[in-house]
């Protein structure tokens, strides 16, 4: 065995005794599964982290690899049940470097936390990533290594325990501005971060999602939460082109990867979903944000809020999943709901929970939608309170609302 096996080898042992050593339930499967990984590491010699002609050297010790099935991307999205965002954490944006992780409150995520996620039965776990605070100037738009690497650590967390993990392109919006005067330098700028990415990560196998923007909009306009302009949607489906086009040509498993286009600002609203484009390719599909009914999901502060789920606004839930089955899924484009939840409003978990069971109840019979809960972390206090697992103590804040979602899975 030459020495850059042997170091290789050392390494992807190191990798799968820390996977074992880790708290949280650790059930056998998901040891057995980061093993299967150890081992898959080890038997990749480092020249194939280097022989695709590009300047991205993975580190042997976060190396992964994998297989992409020759299945639809319906196929794949249909083996998804429930999902959960590490939100509030790689795509804080306060502070610099890899110390960014933290400076929203939320603590650096563990493997023990992935695990305690994971083995609750969250099997699709979405990681929010903010880019364009660790990347150089043009036109290289170089990512900071050490970011792409911790990066990649937390992803391993989640890919090494068996699960679907989607990594995005998250708070872009102050560079990201989609309209005819910023698209060609935004467009440039997508199509240098993406490829880096794509490079990086394109050995993994299918259980490994790209989703190209994030609830992408013009801040501030009278239009940002409406649907957006004719302009802003054309610009929107440029950059899911770009995004689709750059991984597409990295090759290797990014040849076939699952790969998430969406509507401007992810919107659900009818004409931001009918107007959207749908690129030509078997493995796409879309990512859609539905926080719905917005009375009752947001603390609106507003005469017409919910603080009950009485059933009375069950309609929007059936209009919105109708919609989603008619645009998309009827044309075997399927859709992942990678943002929902409700926030917590003095203590209503009993009703979070009632809310819970009607959403994902018609997000199964309706479409066979899997959505993933937004977490920021924030459960008592803070910003939005959406937290349902405390990251400080690897608990859940709330069994009511957490078993739900578990209960309701499709």
């Not at 700028?189 to 190209?212: N, V």
């Not at 943002?339 to 479409?367: F, I, P, Q, T």
Request: glycine share 8%; hydrophobic share 35%; proline share 3%.
């Amino acid at each position: 065995m030459n020495k850059k096996n042997i170091i290789t080898l050392i390494s992807a042992l190191a990798v799968c005794s820390a996977v074992l050593s880790s708290c949280g339930q650790g059930n056998s499967s998901s040891s057995s599964k980061a093993e299967k990984a150890a081992s898959s590491a080890a038997e990749e010699s480092s020249e194939n982290n280097t022989d695709n002609n590009d300047d991205t050297t993975v580190p042997t010790d976060l190396a992964r690899s994998g297989e992409v099935r020759d299945i639809s991307a319906m196929e794949l999205v249909g083996e998804m049940k429930t999902g959960w965002n590490l939100g509030n954490s790689l795509d804080a944006t306060g502070g610099s470097g890899v110390e960014s992780e933290v400076s929203w409150g939320n603590p650096k995520t563990t493997q023990e936390m992935i695990d305690a996620v994971y083995n609750k039965g969250f099997d699709v776990i979405r990681m929010p990533v903010t880019w364009g605070n660790h990347v150089g100037e043009a036109p290289d738009y170089k990512i900071d290594e050490a970011w792409l690497d911790r990066v990649q650590e937390v992803v391993n967390y989640a890919y090494d325990d068996g699960a679907f993990v989607i990594i995005n392109s998250h708070h872009e919006e102050d560079w990201r501005i989609p309209d005819n005067e910023h698209i060609d330098t935004v467009d440039e700028k997508t199509a240098a971060i993406w490829k880096q990415i794509a490079e990086r990560f394109r050995d993994y196998g299918d259980h490994l999602i790209f989703e190209g923007l994030n609830e992408p909009r013009v801040k501030g306009s009278p239009e940002e939460w409406n649907g957006g302009t004719e302009e802003g949607r054309r610009c929107i489906d440029r950059l899911n082109k770009t995004f689709l086009d750059t991984v597409r040509a990295t090759g290797g498993n990014n040849e076939k990867r699952l790969l998430l286009m969406t509507t401007y600002a992810s919107s659900s609203m009818g004409k931001a979903i009918r107007d959207a484009a749908i690129p030509e390719d078997e493995h796409i599909g879309f990512s859609i944000h539905a926080y719905t009914p917005y009375a009752f999901t947001y603390n609106a502060n507003a005469d017409w809020e919910l603080f009950e789920w009485d059933e009375s606004h069950e309609g929007e839930i059936i209009s919105l999943m109708s919609d989603l089955k008619e645009t998309f899924i009827d044309k075997n484009v399927p859709v992942i709901l990678t943002e929902y939840g409700a926030v917590n409003k003095d203590n209503n978990d009993e009703e979070r929970a009632e809310w819970v069971s009607c959403y994902l109840d018609y997000a199964e019979k309706l479409g066979g939608i899997p959505c993933v809960w937004w977490d920021n972390g924030y459960y008592s206090s803070g910003n939005e309170l959406f937290g349902i697992f405390d990251r400080n103590n690897c608990s859940w804040f709330t069994d009511t609302v957490t078993d739900a979602l578990i209960e309701h899975s499709k």
